[in-house]
């Protein structure tokens, strides 16, 4: 009763300070003067803090449906931009159609079975059957996952994380995959990889389910293992595994428009708020602390990314500020809703630079054709941010560890729990694991049923022509 006395309070003294005494509008409300009878009080106390649940109600679920638009506008436009200006000119627009196209399969995906096998009880590695069809998927909250929003809308909010994650992978296979392949590799993966994954992390019943008591709690508030470590590690996977690009590395291809690019990392940087803020699945503090950190991370990790650069080729470069940026958003992903402003900071600025030593050294050293650094940014980045959450997370920000009186226990190593960070580990593992066996399984199963690249002649003529016959620039109609 204590929380209904509380809010019952507040609509008092709000009422008060208006002139207006608490009393008499009771009274008012039961149609006669005088004081109201203890049972009308009761039903009024009843009726303010209906009031107060539905205002709370509408302005999470508003709150939600704006950061899932937020999250699909990552994937259309953002990522599509994104990657689209980054390849060559006779593959933009297969490059954006990457995006486009998976935003369709994934929502079919996700209706039929998708959502009941990340989210629905079942095993600790697996979701149950029970929302298939979105079945039970209604206006209903599961005070499991979100109390104060509709299941559909978490539900809405949780497809476009699974959407923007297999997009992410085409940068690695982009300018060398079939269409076909993409899109049968790409309903495979959500089903196989993405949803064991999902259900570990954020289903009931999950192994790696830190809110939930699963059986190794690993701290991922918005996707560092889920999202990036999954589609980065897959992403170096289909890079060995389809080879590289005709006349990769001795021929130059440079970004056909940094300009896109920029674009695509401008939608992707607002976009990411809904994606981590909305993470806290309540328009509340936590939201509010997810949002500052997501900003403090992205700035860091781009000067940290610029900084690196302009020590090793003497200037700065708008493609490594964009770049650094997407890392330092992928490194706060998992910890958003766990850190500190300062530790957002320092996160971000050591995603900057390890990230740019990924793409700039390490790719080199080893000879992989990851087409956009999908691997050097998300599986990287993602990696590091999952283990320093485990580093800096701590109870002030968010108390998901108590005992059993409800009293706070240390989070991150820190606050004081050093034993946080192998599970953060372990956690890291599961999904490397999980990412590279499966890729590696399902990219030969397609490979078998359709093929995986394209003819070197439709190589050199560009998959704009070969796969769709069409091309982003018609510069003939442009020049009459």
């Known amino acids: 009763m204590r929380w209904i006395l509380a809010r019952t309070f507040f609509v008092f003294t709000l009422v008060a300070g208006c002139g207006t005494s608490a009393w008499a509008v009771v009274a008012a409300s039961t149609g006669r003067g005088g004081q109201p009878t203890p049972l009308e009080m009761q039903q009024h106390l ?11 109600l ?7 449906l704006v950061c899932a638009a937020l999250v699909l506008l990552m994937t259309i436009p953002g990522l599509a931009l994104f990657y689209g200006g980054l390849v060559r000119k006779k593959n933009v627009l297969s490059t954006m159609m990457h995006s486009f196209a998976m935003t369709g399969i994934i929502t079919v995906v996700w209706a039929v079975v998708g959502f009941s096998l990340c989210f629905s009880s079942g095993t600790s590695f697996i979701g149950g059957l029970d929302h298939v069809f979105l079945r039970g998927v209604g206006s ?22 699974a959407i923007i994650t297999p997009a992410l992978i085409s940068g690695a296979f982009a300018e060398r995959m079939k269409f076909s392949a993409m899109a049968l ?8 990889v993405y949803a064991p994954m999902a259900h570990m992390v954020w289903g009931k019943d999950g192994l790696l389910n830190a809110s939930l008591a699963g059986g190794v709690r690993t701290l991922d508030f918005a996707g560092g293992t889920v999202v990036h470590i999954t589609s980065g590690v897959s992403a170096l996977v289909c890079a060995i595994y389809l080879g590289k690009r005709l006349h990769y590395p001795k021929e130059r291809m440079p970004p056909h428009s940094v300009v896109l690019s920029f674009i695509g990392a401008g939608l992707l940087w607002v976009g990411w708020f809904g994606f981590n803020a909305g993470s806290a699945l309540s328009a509340g503090t936590l939201a509010t602390s997810a949002f500052v950190a997501t900003q403090f991370g992205a700035a860091a990790a781009g000067l940290g990314w610029c900084l690196a650069e302009w020590l090793r080729n003497g200037k700065p470069s708008a493609l490594g500020a964009i770049s650094g940026a997407v890392a330092g958003l992928v490194a706060i992903t998992p910890a958003a809703g766990f850190v500190g402003p300062m530790s957002a900071l320092a996160i971000g600025f050591m ?6 030593f990924m793409v700039a050294k390490v790719k080199q050293w080893f000879g992989y054709d990851d087409s956009l650094d999908a691997f050097g940014v998300h599986g990287a980045g993602g990696t590091l941010g999952a283990i320093l959450t485990g580093v ?15 009293h706070a226990l240390p989070v991150g190593g820190m606050d004081g729990n050093w034993m946080q960070v192998p599970h953060q580990l372990l956690g890291v593992a599961i999904a490397w694991i999980l990412s590279i066996v499966g890729t ?41």
């Open 46 to 56: 009843l009726q303010l803090d209906q009031a107060v649940r539905s205002a709370q």
């Open 58 to 64: 509408s302005a999470d679920n508003a709150w939600m």
């Open 140 to 161: 209903a909250p599961d005070p499991a996952y979100a109390a104060t929003i509709p299941l559909a809308t978490f539900m809405i909010y949780q497809l476009m994380f």
């Open 185 to 192: 590799f790409t309903l495979l993966w959500s089903l196989f």
């Open 351 to 356: 995603a900057g630079l390890f990230c740019y």
């Open 392 to 406: 800096f997370a701590t109870r002030a920000i968010n108390p998901i560890f108590q005992d059993a009186q409800g």
């Open 440 to 480: 590696l399984v399902l990219l030969k199963v397609v490979d078998m049923l359709v093929g995986l690249r394209v003819s070197s002649a439709e190589e050199h003529e560009g998959l704009d022509l070969s796969q769709h016959g069409e091309e982003g620039y018609d510069w003939e109609i442009a020049a009459s």
